[in-house]
């Protein structure tokens, strides 16, 4: 019962960062072009894909976590049993573990963004007002 719910929470993992990429995968690339250029955009784009899915896996499945439905937390009692309602309860911690997780990276990739954007526009400008001088 434990492997079959190890492997749930990791398909529930996988499945919700291939849809925050699949999302998120136009607005990546057009952000990618506008501040790497068509050469590098679309390399850096299939990095990022890769990115969300090792963290939306990473953090929406959690060994350490289900570790205590094989093992009890004292000795001399039992180890929880896998009900239905710990099911939907793990299922759905992995779904919004896993969501939140590819939030921050995004925040984060935005953020790094957003920096680089304004610094190729200010470059970009100085070097256009250096050639009208």
Do not use: C, H
């Not at 929470?9 to 960062?17: C, E, F, H, Q």
């Not at 969501?99 to 526009?121: D, E, H, K, P, R």
Request: hydrophobic share 55%; proline share 3%; net charge neutral.
């Amino acid at each position: 019962m434990f492997l079959l719910l190890l492997i749930t929470t990791t398909l529930v993992a996988l499945g919700a960062a291939l849809l925050t990429v699949r999302f998120f995968d136009a607005a990546l690339l057009r952000i990618m072009l506008n501040i790497l250029g068509e050469e590098l955009a679309s390399a850096w784009q299939r990095y990022l894909r890769f990115a969300i899915v090792v963290v939306g896996v990473s953090g929406g499945v959690r060994p350490l976590e289900l570790e205590k439905y094989l093992t009890p937390n004292r000795p001399g009692a039992t180890a929880p049993e896998l009900s239905l309602e710990r099911w939907t309860l793990e299922l759905y911690r992995s779904l919004i573990d896993s969501l939140q997780s590819i939030a921050w990276m995004l925040l984060l990739f935005f953020i790094g963004a957003m920096i680089a954007y304004v610094l190729v526009n200010t470059v970009g400008r100085r070097a256009r007002a250096s050639d009208e001088d």
